[in-house]
């Protein structure tokens, strides 16, 4: 019998990490998701934690239980992210830690913990989010983007240090897509947004996980560094 | 309860496992003095991190806990635990004490 791949997903109480949680789990996968609280998603194939990703502590702890119980981890989606929409002038720097640390130091150390799991089997598949506000140049995202494109580096530079233990890193940049994270933003500015995609559209959740699969598939093992953002914009 | 002599054990067969992937020019002698960092030592600077990499998951499937050897407090020790095979040892043994 195939061995079932072990997943983890961070930031899957909600949203995209909710739906991606669902999905892994009825394609026959073990999911682990993390999330800062409680997730109501019960399935027995579904594990939760409670923890902050930028907690390094918190996240070796998880990486242990994971290692005690499974003996390995096959893949990584880094979905867990905030969002602040607002001019550089009047953003707090109480926001910029925020973001900086759960976007990108939470990013980091889950892909530092999972390589060292991978390793193991010499074989990994990491998915890191970014955004498609990093090509857009969009305003009043400075900080957003910024964190972000520290992950394009980081997936770039990691894809290079991780080959050789045969782990691919990539990332996806959705459009924007209904989720909480955008709740907060005015419909004039994602109706702008959306009209400078090739294909004017929100995006779907199927959109995300259709790349996600690509990158994840045993046949990709030649497809790592890439980043792809949905609706055509590049 | 976590011993010395496991975790120096531990380090050991890391050098085991690290020798036979590791180039002609960068195997290392399985005994607590052999060099890892400094002058003295065979490995380069990648082979020092894998080395270290090596260690972690050789501890991770011994004692089943995850610990960063390559931490703040490690790199800025005067005595860089780094040094040799025993002192990698004792630093390892501290750390897995502290997450006991």
């Known amino acids: 019998m195939k061995e079932k791949s072990i997943v983890l997903i961070t930031g899957t109480r909600k949203g995209i990490g909710r739906y991606l949680a669902e999905y892994y789990v009825k394609k026959g996968m073990q999911v682990i998701g993390c999330s800062r609280s409680q997730s109501d998603f019960q399935h027995e194939n579904y594990e939760h934690f409670c923890l902050d990703i930028a907690n390094e502590a918190e996240i070796r702890k998880m990486f242990s239980v994971i290692f005690k119980k499974h003996k390995k981890l096959d893949v990584l989606i880094n979905n867990a992210g905030v969002a602040s929409m607002n001019h550089s002038l009047l953003t707090p720097i109480k926001t910029v830690h925020k973001l900086v640390n759960t976007n990108f130091i939470g990013t980091f150390l889950m892909c530092r913990e999972a390589a060292k799991l991978m390793k193991i089997k010499n074989t990994g598949r990491i998915v890191n989010f970014v955004t498609v506000a990093i090509p857009l140049h969009l305003d009043g995202e400075a900080v957003y983007a910024a964190t972000k494109a520290s992950v394009v580096s980081l997936t770039q530079i990691l894809s290079r240090e991780f080959a050789s233990f045969g782990i691919t890193v990539n990332a996806i940049g959705p459009t924007p897509v209904e989720t909480d994270l955008i709740r907060s933003v005015p419909k004039d500015k994602i109706d702008k947004l959306i009209n400078r995609q090739a294909i004017k559209r929100f995006g779907e959740m199927e959109d995300i996980s259709n790349v996600i699969d690509f990158f994840i598939k045993p046949e990709s093992n030649f497809i790592t560094s890439q980043i792809i953002y949905l609706g055509g914009i590049s | ?100």
């Open chain 2, 1 to 100: 309860m976590i011993e010395l002599k496991k975790v120096t054990d531990c380090i050991l067969n890391t050098v085991e496992e690290f020798n036979k992937q590791a180039s002609e020019d960068q195997q290392l002698e399985r005994s607590v003095d052999t060099p890892l960092f400094g002058r003295e030592s065979k490995l380069d600077s990648l082979g020092l991190v894998n080395f270290i990499v090596a260690a972690e998951q050789q501890i991770l499937e011994t004692f089943e806990e995850s610990v960063s050897l390559a931490d703040e407090k490690a790199l800025s020790q005067k005595n860089s635990p780094f040094k040799t095979v025993s002192s990698l040892a004792q630093y390892a043994y501290e750390l897995l004490k502290e997450s006991e």
